[in-house]
Every structure is written in C-alpha cells, then in structure tokens.
C-alpha cells in the first residue's frame, strides 16, 4: 500500500533559525495537504498542493510540491516560539489521505 | 460557525467493555473520516463515508472496530471487547468534498485499563 514518510522526525531549533520538514511517498500523488498540530490539540489544516512543482507561500511559510509529485517539503523561515508543534503531510491518491508521522519542532526563545 | 464535534472527549474504561465515540460534523460537509492517533504517532486512517456511498473501512484495525453513519450527519465509531492497545486519541474529521481540507474534531482520548 502507499507509504509516505517523513523526516526528521523532530527537529529542535533557535528561534530565528530556519526549519525544514521533508515528505516522501511510495506512489505517485493527485494532492498533498500539510497540517499543523500544537501541543495537546488537533491537526490544523495549513495548505493543499495538487500541481507538479507547485510551490506556494504563506507569509514564513513556503511549500513545494515535487515534480514527480512523490516529494514534498515545508520551510519556515526564522522560526518563532509560535512555530511549535508537528507538522503532518498527507498525501492522496483518491479520497484518502496517508499521513506521515510527522515532524515535531521546538523552538528556543 | 462551529467546528467540527466530539464526544466524550475522555474515556476510561476496562479491558473487554464496549466503547461508542460520536462524532458531529461540520454541516453541509459530505465526506467524513475516522483517525487514531497513537501516543507520538501520525494519524492512522481508520474509516471514510462519503454521502451514501459505501464507506471505506480499509483501515479498520480488526473485526472488533465498526462504524455507522447517518447520512450526511452524525458517526459514531464503536469498539467491541476493548484491548489496551487500543488506547489512543480517535479524531474525526469532515470535509465538503473529496481532495478537500479536512476539518479535525478535538478527538476523544481513550484509555483502556
């Protein structure tokens, strides 16, 4: 079955360093959607990526979408102590999405 | 408006006891999921419905785990005879179509003693 994975798996980092969190898929992607979870709550949705070599940015954040549509990765610029939490991937081939176990930050003020 | 819901949002109970967890999602959205979230770990698929659709129970972990829908409303997962390792976080999640963001409930954290 489709596989995606994630590396690292955590990640600890200076506030003002920058973060980079990779997705890897078995299988070819229709889309990926990347979410955020904080400490003790529930993944948020952050973005959803369906082109090849699709890139978009919001604000510190900036996704791309590999050309193959296997890859995928999210960087935070000059990361903040706002930034903490895992970040998840998702990638579908249909409906259904397969989530990588995700990348945990923190951050040092 | 409101989010997607979850109820309880704890549950403890006793190896071998049947658990019911429900979930209320966001109106209007067709497509609904099922994930558990195991301490530390990514979400794993668990069940889709879609409107009236046969739903997707490829992920259901074993016959004890099952899962109803009333058409474009509520779910409810159910766990038959408990086990320990099926303490986790169960988070459901609704979306208005396919390939579309999905909305995450706050789950609900089961622990089996």
């Known amino acids: 079955g489709q596989q995606v994975m994630q590396i690292p798996q955590y990640q600890h980092v200076q506030e003002g360093e920058d973060f980079t969190t990779y997705c890897n898929s078995s299988?070819?992607?229709?889309?990926i959607q990347w979410y955020k979870q904080r400490p003790g709550g529930h993944p948020v949705f952050l973005i959803q990526?369906?082109?090849?070599?699709e890139v978009k940015k919001q604000k510190r954040l900036t996704f791309q979408f590999g050309e193959a549509k296997k890859n995928s990765s999210l960087h935070i610029t000059a990361t903040q102590t706002t930034d903490v939490g895992t970040y998840f991937c998702?990638?579908?081939?249909?409906?259904?999405?397969?989530f990588g176990k995700g990348t945990l930050l923190t951050v040092n003020p | 408006g409101a989010g997607v819901s979850q109820s309880p949002s704890n549950k403890v109970t006793e190896k071998g006891k049947d658990v019911e967890l429900r979930c209320d999602p966001i109106?209007?959205?067709?497509?609904l999921y099922w994930y558990r979230q195991r301490l530390g770990q990514g979400l794993e698929f668990l069940i889709y419905?879609?409107?009236?659709?046969?739903?997707?129970k490829s992920g259901l972990p074993s016959d004890r785990f099952s899962a109803e829908r009333t058409g474009e409303s509520v779910s409810t997962l159910t766990i038959q005879r408990t086990q320990q390792e099926d303490s986790a976080v169960y988070l459901c999640?609704?979306?208005?179509?396919?390939?579309?963001?999905?909305?995450f409930g706050p789950g609900t954290r089961l622990t089996v003693l």
């Open positions: 419905f879609q409107g009236n659709s046969a739903p997707d």
């Open positions: 998702g990638g579908g081939s249909n409906y259904k999405l397969t």
């Open positions: 299988t070819t992607l229709s889309n």
């Open positions: 990526l369906v082109k090849s070599g």
């Open positions: 999640a609704s979306s208005k179509r396919d390939y579309n963001e999905q909305f």
């Open positions: 109106s209007g959205h067709t497509a």
